[in-house]
């Protein structure tokens, strides 16, 4: 395909879309036959579609596949060229996922399937799907593969799509089992949980038996299935939650200009992903987030690899990630721009978000639970945990061997984590921070709006208790982090836990 045929058909679908000539199953070698019909003696057609793309020409490049009546199986693979590239240029990186007769408009019931960069082949039927597809009945009309262009290089990107249809009687589609919303719980009590994982069902290597296992292991008591731009895991839990460990479904809406947790949305939603900042459509399903029920929660704003980097702004978020995975300095730079973002909430410009930290664990030996985030909920259930990490009721931690208890009094009243509390400008408060469990040569700061105003070292036992004095007119918010040893060039050491903010207002 020349370069200006591929804008043209560009323009013609719309912006970063591209549309190829659909591919049809008829067959002249069977006289009389309808179309689609399978050659005589075999119970499958397949076809190969090849074409090369240049660079910048589409961010989803669609390719038509006309289902004729009594296919039982669709099967597609896929590969594509990886030629020598510059020296940081990017070399080609294509993605692959399906739409069914349903359509591909943006948040439509066409959705089939995600499975990114991660598979080069899966197979759709009634009975079954591979990991990251749904499974259900392949119905006759135009269903649509989606080509994801992620990088390409400046040969442009080369590739072969083969498309097989399986002919015969279709079974009976299974109904998911979805994990339940509420767990056995300890009323109201801090809760551990873990809400970035990944499993088979999108780009990790572990089976969600596998996960829960680890989550187990880590001391969690709840966790979110978050894979990349499919709800395919969600009925993919069955027998592996229980009184000690409530299972959450969610999405990790990977987008072109960042990605974003669906957390605790209603099992079975879908998120779609296929927009950029640019598009004016991010309002729209951070909405459709909460209509599900669930939270927004952009993950590693500040990431490094293409496509992570988060660009929609923080209107729409319910909390942010601010820690993710083993701690590094994409994390400091995410909570150093959260931290600013406290500042402008004290000058009253803005409501306050709350921090989280995620393990984005996606395979061995990437730890679950590393970093886990503790939320004060009312009982193990998704509304109460949602409701406490909305509230920024909680506190992360690099494991569950570390425990603190951080507080602000004065004037006979407390408020913890999340909360507020109210004195004269003047008045002296106690800011409190007892904690455990970090080993030795961890130091402690206070940090408010002006900065880390009070720092002490950890005893050799890696627990102990601190206390500090200020006044709302000195400090409008406290947090508290916990830190393992500085660098020798005098670089913050990395984080061993950090809470969300105690707010003291002035009255």
């Not at 150093?336 to 000058?347: E, F, K, P, S, Y």
Request: proline letters at 7%; a neutral charge; hydrophobic letters at 35%.
């Amino acid at each position: 395909m020349r370069r200006r045929d591929v804008l043209r058909l560009s323009v013609i679908a719309g912006a970063g879309v591209l549309t190829l000539d659909p591919v049809t199953f008829a067959h002249a070698d069977a006289p009389g036959a309808a179309p689609g019909t399978p050659p005589p003696g075999s119970g499958e057609v397949t076809k190969t579609v090849s074409g090369h793309l240049p660079t910048g020409a589409a961010d989803y490049v669609y390719l038509p596949v006309e289902v004729p009546r009594g296919v039982r199986e669709i099967a597609v693979s896929y590969s594509y060229d990886r030629p020598t590239v510059p020296s940081g240029t990017q070399g080609n990186a294509c993605d692959i996922g399906i739409f069914d007769e349903r359509g591909t408009k943006l948040g439509g019931r066409g959705f089939r399937g995600w499975s990114g960069g991660a598979r080069t082949e899966f197979a759709i039927s009634a009975e079954q799907a591979t990991p990251g597809y749904l499974a259900g009945p392949v119905n006759p009309g135009t269903w649509h593969i989606v080509l994801g262009p992620y990088t390409v290089a400046p040969q442009g990107v080369n590739y072969n799509v083969t498309i097989t249809l399986r002919y015969g009687k279709a079974g009976a589609a299974p109904r998911p089992v979805y994990p339940p919303a509420r767990a056995k719980g300890r009323g109201r009590a801090w809760y551990r949980g873990d809400c970035h994982l990944h499993t088979v069902y999108s780009d990790g290597k572990r089976t969600p038996a596998e996960v829960a296992a680890a989550a187990r292991a880590a001391g969690l008591d709840f966790i979110t299935t978050t894979e990349h731009n499919t709800s395919s895991s969600h009925g993919a839990w069955g027998g592996l939650w229980g009184d000690d460990l409530l299972i959450l479904t969610g999405e990790e809406v990977t987008t072109r200009n960042g990605h974003v947790l669906a957390l605790g949305i209603e099992p079975g939603t879908f998120i779609d992903w296929r927009y950029r900042a640019r598009d004016d459509e991010w309002e729209r399903y951070a909405h459709q987030i909460r209509e599900a029920g669930g939270i927004v929660v952009p993950a590693h704003p500040h990431g490094t690899s293409i496509g992570s980097f988060w660009k929609y702004g923080y209107e729409q978020a319910d909390a942010m990630e601010v820690w993710n995975s083993t701690y590094s300095p994409d994390d400091e730079m995410s909570i150093g721009d959260w931290d600013n973002q406290l500042v402008a909430a004290a000058r009253g410009r803005k409501r306050w978000l709350p921090a989280m930290g995620n393990s984005d664990a996606h395979r061995e030996p990437q730890v679950v639970g590393l970093p886990q985030t503790v939320v004060l909920a009312d009982d193990l259930t998704r509304p109460a945990i949602l409701a406490g990490l909305r509230a920024g009721r909680s506190w992360i931690a690099e494991s569950s061997k570390v425990n603190l208890d951080f507080g602000v009094s004065g004037g006979g009243r407390k408020a913890g984590i999340g909360e507020r509390l109210s004195a004269r400008a003047d008045a002296e408060v106690t800011v409190r921070l007892e904690v455990s469990g970090v080993g030795s040569g961890c130091t402690v700061r206070f940090i408010t709006d002006q900065g880390p105003l009070f720092t002490s070292a950890l005893p050799d036992s890696g627990a102990g208790t601190f206390e500090w004095r200020t006044t709302p007119s000195y400090a409008t918010y406290v947090r508290a982090e916990v830190r393992h040893a500085a660098a020798a060039d005098g670089t913050p050491g990395p984080m061993a836990a950090l809470t969300n903010p105690v707010w003291i207002d002035a009255r």
